[in-house]
């Protein structure tokens, strides 16, 4: 079965950090972060392509940064000089190899909020 298993998160003061984590059950294509604040629709937050490109938010540029470790099929998404602004439930996504396809998988979700 193929999924992704999302960690990391929570609540943590502005101008702090937090760290995500999402692992995929396999060999993954594209791996990414999207976020959904109350009333929003979902946004892309960044993404990485299995060769390391990477392409980000204008609203995080500079404070976020993603990476992946091929080896593990693992997405991470480190998240510095938080602002309330960035309060959203975070959904990892990703392309992952099943037989001869590829399937886009989300996660459950994991809350990150940020107080002022």
């Known amino acids: 079965q193929v999924q992704v298993v999302e960690s990391g998160g929570g609540l943590v003061q502005a101008g702090g950090s937090l760290r995500l984590s999402c692992a995929a059950s396999?060999?993954?294509?594209?791996m990414g972060w999207y976020r959904q604040a109350p009333g929003k629709q979902r946004e892309l937050v960044a993404d990485?392509?299995?060769?390391?490109?990477?392409r980000y938010a204008d609203s995080v540029k500079g404070r976020f940064t993603i990476s992946r470790d091929n080896a593990k099929n693992t997405v991470y998404l480190q998240m510095d000089s938080l602002k309330p602004e960035d309060t959203a439930v975070y959904y990892c996504?990703?392309?992952?190899?099943?037989?001869?396809?590829?399937?886009?998988?989300w996660g459950q979700g994991i809350q990150v909020t940020v107080s002022s």
């Open positions: 996504n990703a392309e992952i190899k099943r037989w001869s396809t590829w399937v886009s998988v």
């Open positions: 396999g060999r993954s294509n594209d």
């Open positions: 990485v392509t299995r060769d390391g490109s990477t």
